[in-house]
């Protein structure tokens, strides 16, 4: 046998050797890489379900604040139907709906039969009107006036 030829397999086999523990070494880090993510992929699903169990529940309940009970509004979701609001609020948005285009405050409340002559009648409207813009179910308009969300 050539020695020479000998020598380069020997190289080439510690080569190759020295190849395959570091290909074992990232095979091992890749699978605890992929172990991992499937942990987290099912504590994702996990919590997705209790928050839509969650919210498909909630419904909005009177809160305290400052001592006065208030009913909270909820944020609008995409599965979130508009029978979760209270039926003033309700009633707000069906008659922004219904209205020919954007409202003000006192359009809104001329069709709510709201006394619009009477400054302390409107703006507890106008609060609403801002705090279901908040919310995400209406859109203000930066002239003021308020209108559905597309």
């Known amino acids: ?27 091992a880090e890749v699978r605890a890489e992929r172990d991992d993510l499937a ?5 994702l699903e996990r919590v997705s ?8 529940s909630a419904a909005p309940m009177p809160g305290q604040v400052g001592g006065r009970s208030v009913i909270l509004i909820p944020h ?10 209270p039926p003033d609020y309700q009633r707000i948005l069906a008659a922004v709906r219904q209205a020919a285009g954007p409202v003000m405050a006192r359009h809104g409340g001329e069709m709510l039969g709201v006394d619009v002559s009477v400054r302390a009648k ?16 209406l859109r203000k308009l930066p002239d003021g006036r308020f209108t559905t969300r597309l």
């Open 122 to 137: 409107l703006e507890p409207l106008r609060g609403r009107l801002v705090r279901l813009v908040d919310r995400g179910w």
């Open 1 to 27: 046998m050539d020695p020479e030829l000998l020598e380069r397999i020997t190289v080439r086999r510690a080569e190759l050797d020295e190849l395959e523990e570091q290909l074992a070494k990232q095979l």
């Open 39 to 43: 942990v987290a992929e099912r504590v």
């Open 49 to 56: 379900e209790q928050l839509a169990d969650e919210r498909a």
């Open 76 to 85: 609008r979701e995409p599965d979130l139907e508009e029978t979760m609001l």
